[in-house]
């Protein structure tokens, strides 16, 4: 498996060629699902090809089903004109189709050298380092990826990451590369140098297909989009004959007011307001002297991407992890480090990035994740709890059998519907929060859903409550904050209202650059 | 070491210490080769507690084969193949039916050690039928000290540091070794990169299997004279457990820790021989326990730094998430 | 899994039927009776008498049925004991050292307070004593999983050791408080004073039917505490905060952090309940049948069929009961049939084999309760 079998400048598919991969009325369901229904759709040799789609339409099984990971129940693929059939990701790199997905596969602690080269049946029995390491460089450097051969992939940074999962594929004899939302963890900086290994590639004759949900990037990189919509095809164009409206219109089928809502009414008294807040553990600190304000009826949002201490920023306001320095205070109520029975006692709702699997505890039935954050006595009344659960179940329509089912049956946006209702609202009246940090309250979210939270947290901010929102999503902050500040490794810089804020100033602050 | 305890106690004082390192190593040769294939096993992903068990049913089956054949050969055959019977039945549940693994090597301990006494009962208290005798190196044997304590051992002593070395070789050098790791790291990854992680898993888990009865055939043949019941192989299994931990999963180091173990296992024998009688046997024979206890708490802080520890995917069954 | 040209996977079901939760141990037994029955064959004895001799002489009398609780005693308290933990993904392996533990506290208790409280004072003395044991027999491997998160298993594992050589050592090491100083011949534990021994359900002997000849069952006291604490571990798990504690600690570390549930000491807690349980078995053993620190009649093994009991329970603590009886009635039968002449002769080890049999059984058909097995035709494309 050599890295690099095709000439450099090798032009594109030559009229009457057959395109490098066909997928033909592919057909994909889970339980419950049609994930992609009669799906169509061709990759040329050279070119940049995006799938473009909201969260839930689609694209991710396709380019599973793609790759050879997942095997369709209909349809068929055609790899150069020839049907084939592919059982695993492996038969998948074996003819030339290899994925990078979201979540890295790679081995904390493996060298770069090491994760690149597992699976290699063409490595001798006896493994050499040296030689490992030079095949690993001679592909980086190729392709421009700079990295070191013998770092531990433990101590790298999330880019650097996913260079090596990209020289992995490259190494695996990929000539089509499935990138899955590959610049959701990047900054702008990191994510303008991936497109530049991109065109590189294509130059070399690599096919690179582009798996988004950003309709901006799309047009940038690609060369041809497939819109898809529900498992379904919605649109196969040229990326320079297309606009955005155009785009949203196949992505989303419909007009949906995805438009900013600010506060109607002026923001009153401080409701959270944090002093000096700091979090430094093992030499690192990831919160660094942090100041910040949060009025009844505003929302803040605090714009940034990700790993820059928003998880550790949002743990320590709601008292589940304990500051190394720095005051936190509730409606005047001080809980720095008292923990998270105490910030709640105080008003405090937490809805944590990790929705299912912290927010909820997904073994646990919605009647128990109902009692998981209230104050509750020795012996343990279901009442309250059940009659709260089957309230909000069906207030907001969530989609489950009942509320004895299993929280972690529920999907993305029913669960998260739960969480910020619960976070929310009390029918005990007993217990009504004044103040809401909302992590990534949308990540993963279809339009629908993500209409209907924007919808509760506008409620909420109309209603007089205080809302830290904290997302790595910069439209969304656009959206619904009133005042934005970005953070950047740890510190708050760059504030602005939200009205007429520049874009530009707001991304080079999350890049790291003072204005 | 039968030979070496006579002269012990024929009065020989200072060359009590001598023999009873030599008895070490000895006696560590069981412990070493159960936790070189427990480690193969975990390193894996998949926790075999059913140690003991296997042991028990292999020292047993070396016991009527040695009785049956008078050839020690064909009775660590035996060995080997019964325990790693024992364990693919191990890795069938926790491999493909994807059970919880230490119920399974609970049971697999208390069926195992019920089958070999119920199996070995009728046996109980006769001499065994074979045995592997000792090996002197020429020219090494004569050092002092040394000779007595490491070249004048058996085959099966000299076989184990060899295996100890390619078990060493393989996990770190060579490229299953390497899927092997992987599959004990992050089977997701591993499973992505093709490598077959049931395969893995269960080739493992049965090599461990036999290292393990290979290790319990020693006892056999060697280490005690007859069919015992439980008490042939006195909870060995167990402390290989322990010993893997405490050796960080790396094979020399249960090597190191295993010959520990033994002098410590044997200190009972040594003392007395020595002429030590204050420390009461019953208290020596705690000693290996409480020092791998402590052991083992004053290394955890430091373990999670040292990029050392457990397989990351230990204990938990792989399922190819497919939503 | 891929079978030449058809692919076969376990696929989780979405409906689990309530009335498959008594197939799997039915089938389990079932099947575990086939396995050991292959090496009863094996070994030229007749399976289907042994098993029927193993059921009459495990519940087939009064006489049986009141041995086969008595044996029940321990194993529903180490089945508790483990259930408790192991429902937390606690793996306290340490019931065999901790019965151990307890029976040595309770022995003290019985020899050293006992003569000076009144009756039925001594007896709670002695289960608390032994309660004690077991909880401080547990203490350092659940201080060390919850700070250092060192590996229960193996700690409580080697305490096992520790404990048996400890029990060993006052009695046949030593002249120790526990020891009989007037047993020349075979070193014993000294005699519990009668104020210490637990009462124990007497028949008159003139009921008839009853083959009874003393008129003494070996159900003692005991056997009300396992109840009391299969009643009390069940309010303790699902109708207290701390029950829900333990349930959230249990599945999901992230979620009980964020909830503000104090994760260490939720575990240290569990720990030290399951130890004490097992502790309490000791006490059992001591001031109910024994009446003095016997170590010969406590190595059998008693926690790690404790374990067993669990499993099959799934963590159930009515189950733990069910079970215990089960199990303890295989141990009642396979004793007598060690004793029994002829062909019928059968090591005492069957009752382990069929334990772990059942087990290994129950195991694998529990997969086929919550999952089904699917073949899927795999398409080949023409070449």
Known sequence: MGATDAPVGVRPDLPGAPPAVSARRIVKRFPGVVANDHVDVDLRRGEVHALLGENGAGKSTLAAVLCGLYVPEEGELLIDGVRTVLHSPRDGLARGIGMVHQHFRLIDRFTVAENVVLGDRTQSLRLRRDRTEDAVAEIAETYGLPLDPGAYVGDLSVGQRQRVEIVKTLYQGARILLLDEPTSVLTPQEADALFATVRTMTAAGRTVVFISHKLGEVLEIADRVTVMRDGRVTGDVDAGATTREELARMMVGRDVDLSSRRAVVPAREPMLRVEGLTLTRGGVTSVDRVDLEVRAGEILGIAGVSGNGQRELADLIAGVETPTAGRITVSGTEVAGKGPRAARAAGLAYVPEDRLGTGLAPALSIVDNMLLTRPRSFLLDRRAARAEAEDIIERFEVKTTGPDAAAGLMSGGNAQKVLIARELDSTDGEHTARVLVAASPTRGLDVGAIETVWGILDGARARGEAILLISEDLEEVLAIADRIVVLYEGRLVHETPAAGASREAIGLAMAGVAP | MTSGLSLAAAGINANVWVVALAGAISFGVPLVLAALGEILAERSGVLNLGVEGMMLVGAVSAFLVADATHSPWLAILAAVAAAAALAAVHAFLCVTLRANQIVSGLALVIFGGGLARFVGSSVEGQPRGAEIDPLRIPVLADLPVLGRVLFQQDVAVYATVVVTALVALYIVRTRPGLALRAVGESPATADAAGVSVARVRYLHVILGGGLAGAGASYTMLVLVPSWNGSATTDGIGWIALALVVFASWRPWRALAGAVIFGFALRANFTLQAAGITAVPAEILSMLPYLLTIVVLIALAPTAVRRRAGAPSALGAPYVRDER | ?383
Request: aromatic share 10%.
């Open chain 3, 1 to 383: 899994m891929i079978l030449g040209s058809y692919e076969v996977l376990l696929e989780q079901r979405t409906d689990v039927r309530r009335s498959s939760a008594f197939i799997v141990p039915i089938a389990s037994i079932l099947g575990a009776l086939v396995i050991a029955g292959v090496f009863l064959w094996l070994t030229g004895r007749p399976a289907l008498s042994v098993y029927a001799r193993l059921v009459r002489d495990g519940y087939g009398s009064w006489y049986s049925i009141s041995d086969t609780l008595g044996q029940a005693t321990p194993l529903i308290l180490t089945g508790l004991a483990a259930a408790f933990a192991f429902r937390m993904n606690l793996y306290n392996i340490g019931g065999e050292g901790q019965l151990y533990a307890g029976a040595i506290g309770a022995s003290w208790a019985g020899l050293a307070i006992a003569p000076h409280v009144s009756g039925p004072i001594a007896v709670v003395v002695v289960l608390l004593a032994g309660m004690l044991g077991g909880v401080l027999w547990i203490v350092i491997p659940a201080i060390a999983r919850a700070f250092l998160n060192t590996s229960e298993i193996v700690t409580t594992l080697l305490f096992n050791y520790v404990a048996l050589f400890l029990m060993q050592y006052l009695i046949f090491g030593s002249s120790s408080f526990w020891r009989d100083p007037d047993s020349k011949n075979f070193p014993q534990g000294k005699p519990l004073p009668d104020v210490a021994h637990f009462p124990t359900l007497h028949f008159p002997r003139d009921i008839a039917g009853l083959d009874f000849p003393s008129g003494v069952t070996s159900i003692h006291l005991g056997f009300g505490v396992a109840i009391l604490a299969i009643i009390g571990t069940w309010f303790l798990q699902q109708r207290t905060s701390f029950g829900f504690d333990m349930k959230v600690v249990g599945s999901s570390e992230r979620a009980a952090r964020y909830a503000g549930i104090p994760i260490r000491r939720t575990v240290i807690a569990v720990l030290l309940i399951s130890g004490g349980l097992a502790g309490l078995a000791g006490a059992g053993e001591v001031g109910g049948r024994a009446y003095a620190l016997d170590p010969n009649g406590l190595v059998l093994g008693l926690g790690y069929t404790g374990i067993v009991v669990a499993a099959l329970s799934r963590y159930n603590p009515f189950a733990v009961g069910l079970v215990a009886v089960l199990l303890a009635g295989l141990r009642t039968g396979a004793d007598a049939l060690q004793g029994a002449t002829g062909p019928l002769r059968v090591p005492v080890a069957i009752a382990f084999m069929l334990e772990g049999a059942i087990l290994l059984a129950a195991l694998g058909g529990e997969v086929f309760r919550r999952n089904r097995l699917v073949v899927r035709r795999i398409r080949e494309a023409p070449a």
